[in-house]
């Protein structure tokens, strides 16, 4: 791998396990700290991943703008200044204030990571993906098991320790990153008003595909919050609860590499890759939603990890092949802002549903997005294969 990917790869590690201090306990602190419903707290949640969007959104189209290190800069920037305005004030209603301020500037920073990843490695094909997926599920593994044993001691900690990996971060982006150099969007944009009719097809054929991608993160995020909340009425500990979260980046860090050379010699496509993904998907959910003891939810978080280092790392490498020149970032854009928005719908979704029905209705809600996200995916690229069987037919 090149160098200029490891030094990506150390700063996704460096971020996530920042984030991961705090991400797992939200649900948990805004309902059991702040006295808040879990309604109130996917809301909070919601807000967070709507501003998480916009950044996602603003951030893929900067990177196409101005390149890939000061969109990184300027999301470290926004999210560390929130950072530590969030570790002097994390009462109500300044928790809901900075949380939105967050989700903004991280929103910027995780599109050019993907882009630049993609455009550094570019003969990596999906490697480069599958690299910088291992390193993120690096930092959660680190951040969530190390998060549940602070926060047993005190939340404020967590806070602090989220502020200082990212002051971290910001040096490595600083020293690090200035040097990247990737292909800006300027140079690529008189190619765009060519393939226009092409350019679109493929356009909404990512979206299709990030429709199913949209509803699999809805439904995943469950396990940070109304699952989360849920582990904590039948008295599963916190330390316990972040476990789950340790043994799932433990495991994508070991696997992904071993699941790599799995679907190589089997020589799956990304579509078939995506839809064993969602399928595995739907067993951890028929696991956990008969689960009452930690061991249930473990067995779970196992069946859930190997799905989603089937589906996670794949739609990002679908994503920057049907990219023209010059829009990488903008795809990666829309993709990080799908898997946003179902972090946004899902804790309100999951929330309402727990409080007006039962866990049991949960569950059999999810499963049927699954349903619908099988058949997205196994749609999204029909209008490319008709097309491209007509161009072969005429030449």
Not at 68 to 81: E, H
Not at 347 to 362: C, I, K, R
Request: hydrophobic fraction near 55%.
């Amino acid at each position: 791998m090149p160098r200029a990917l490891w030094l990506l790869i150390i700063g996704m590690v460096v971020n996530v396990t920042g984030s991961s201090f705090l991400w797992p306990l939200n649900t948990i602190y805004i309902h059991d700290h702040l006295g808040k419903s879990l309604s109130v707290a996917g809301i909070v949640l919601m807000l967070n991943s709507a501003a998480s969007v916009i950044g996602n959104l603003y951030g893929g189209s900067l990177f196409d703008k101005i390149g890939g290190y000061k969109s990184i800069i300027l999301g470290i920037s926004i999210t560390l200044a929130a950072l530590i305005g969030l570790t002097f004030w994390n009462g109500w209603p300044a928790y809901i204030i900075f949380q939105v301020i967050i989700g903004f500037g991280t929103g910027i920073i995780f599109p050019s990571m993907y882009a630049m990843a993609g455009s550094v490695w570019k003969e990596g094909g999906r490697k480069a993906f599958n690299a910088i997926y291992v390193a993120q599920n690096l930092g959660v593994a680190l951040g969530a098991s190390l998060g549940g044993i602070v926060a047993a001691h005190s939340f404020q900690l967590i806070f602090l320790a989220n502020t200082i990996m990212y002051v971290l971060f910001l040096l490595i982006a600083l020293f690090g990153y200035k040097g990247i150099l990737v292909n800006s969007g300027k140079q690529a944009t008189i190619d765009l008003n060519a393939p226009t009719v092409k350019n679109r097809k493929n356009l909404y054929s990512l979206l299709i595909l990030c429709t199913g991608y949209l509803l699999c993160w809805v439904a995943y995020v469950q396990w940070q919050t109304t699952i989360a909340s849920y582990t904590q009425e039948i008295h599963i500990s916190l330390t316990q609860y972040s476990l789950l979260w340790s043994i799932n980046g433990a495991l994508i860090v070991v696997g992904q590499p071993l699941l790599n050379g799995v679907l190589k010699h089997l020589k799956a496509t990304l579509k078939l890759q995506m839809i064993i993904g969602i399928g595995i998907f739907i067993v951890s959910f028929l696991v956990a939603g008969k689960a009452t003891m930690f061991s249930g939810f473990l067995v779970g978080m196992i069946i859930l990890t190997i799905g989603e280092m089937f589906i996670w790392p794949a739609v990002p490498t679908v994503a920057f092949d049907l990219a023209p020149e010059g829009r990488e970032g903008f795809y990666q854009g829309i993709v990080n802002s799908t898997a946003t928005g179902g972090r946004m719908i899902g804790p309100l979704l999951g929330g309402m549903l727990v409080d007006l029905y039962s866990m049991s209705v949960l569950f059999t809600v999810l499963i049927g997005l699954f349903i619908i996200a099988i058949v997205t995916t196994l749609l999204y690229d029909r209008r490319l294969k008709v097309e491209n069987k007509v161009s072969a037919e005429v030449v």
